[in-house]
């Protein structure tokens, strides 16, 4: 076990879209609350992952400010939280490189990730390795730098990225034992402690990727128009099925436990409809998220100051980062 000093929490997001209410209550907040916990937190912007599906410089630029803008509104801390864009820390990509040549190629064939392209390939009707690019493929590697350049300790991620740290481990276990030396710490993975899954208006997994969100930092118009698309039937509803609904789940991740009950307790009884409990939802979102959505707005008017903030963040990062690949070329002789 690592000592509670030597704890260090880390996690990279992907620039790729703009957060909904799930991202930030499946992992933003969790993660912003666990930060306090550990010795050290490092919550960085992995653009080079993205690079594999953001591929035009000014979409990059633009998605990477809205995710820092988005961490810095939710009330990260970069005098407490490092917290800096991947690509500003060049020594995460010479360690992957470094990585690579003790990678077997056959532990990146069952990467859920890879596989999923071949698999996607095949249904198709298309060669397996249709339009896989080596990004794709190393991505785990590239993840593996990220998190043991800074001897991260914990890795909070969803559970499909879960693989992705179990293979960081075994890596960095790989390395420390050919070289007789515990050059790299051994990450393991947290699952965010925050909702397990939201649904979204449509009762499928809230996604950027199904577009059923309710956008995290929007404002009144917006929210209105996601609220007021909300899936909802006329059945006859007691009190356990009232709690399987798409308003309820939503609303009651939102409010105390007594408002819960109580618009449980109205819809059952009919003393107000769908379309009251939608504008109770409405004025949950908008008094939980409203003040955040003006800072949002505020940094981006404001983009240099971002930028600001990920320069800083980077140069204070990558003296560790440094030192780590010092050590790592020392033990290859290098
Ligand atoms: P998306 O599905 O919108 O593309 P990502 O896969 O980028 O979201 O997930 C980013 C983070 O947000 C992950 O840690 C994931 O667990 C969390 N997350 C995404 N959607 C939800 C949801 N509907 N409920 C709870 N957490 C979610
Ligand atoms: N692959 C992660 C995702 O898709 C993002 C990520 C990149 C990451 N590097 C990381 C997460 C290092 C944790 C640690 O969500």
Known sequence: ??????????????????????????????????????????????????????????????????????????????????????????????????????????????????????????????????????????????????????????????????????IARDIAQRFNNQFNDAVFILPEHVIADGIAELPGLDGRKMSKSYNNTIPLYAGREVWEQAVRKIVTDSIEHTHETIRETVLFKLYSTLVTEDQANDMASQLVEKTIGWKQAKDLLLEAVESRFSDQARKYNELLQNPDHIDTVLAEGAAKVRPIAQAQLAHVKQVLGI
């Open 1 to 166: 076990m690592t000592e509670p000093q030597n704890r260090i929490i880390l996690t990279g997001i992907k620039p790729t879209g703009t957060p909904h209410i799930g991202n930030y209550l499946g992992a933003i907040e969790p993660a912003l609350r666990r930060a306090d916990e550990y010795s050290e937190a490092f919550f960085f912007i992995a653009d080079y992952h993205a690079l594999n599906s953001v591929q035009d410089g000014e979409t990059m630029k633009e998605l990477t400010r809205n995710v820092a803008a988005t961490w810095l509104a939710a009330g990260l801390d970069p005098s407490k939280i490092h917290f800096y864009r991947q690509s500003d820390v060049p020594e995460i990509f010479e360690l992957e490189t470094i990585l690579n040549n003790f990678v077997p190629k056959g532990w990146m064939n069952k990467m859920h990730g890879y596989k999923a392209a071949i698999d996607k390939n095949r249904a198709a009707g298309k060669l397996d390795d249709f339009e896989v690019n080596m990004g794709l493929y190393n991505y785990p590697i590239l993840m593996t730098s990220d998190i043991i350049i800074f001897n991260a300790t914990h890795v909070p991620v969803g559970r499909d990225q879960t693989q992705h740290v179990e």
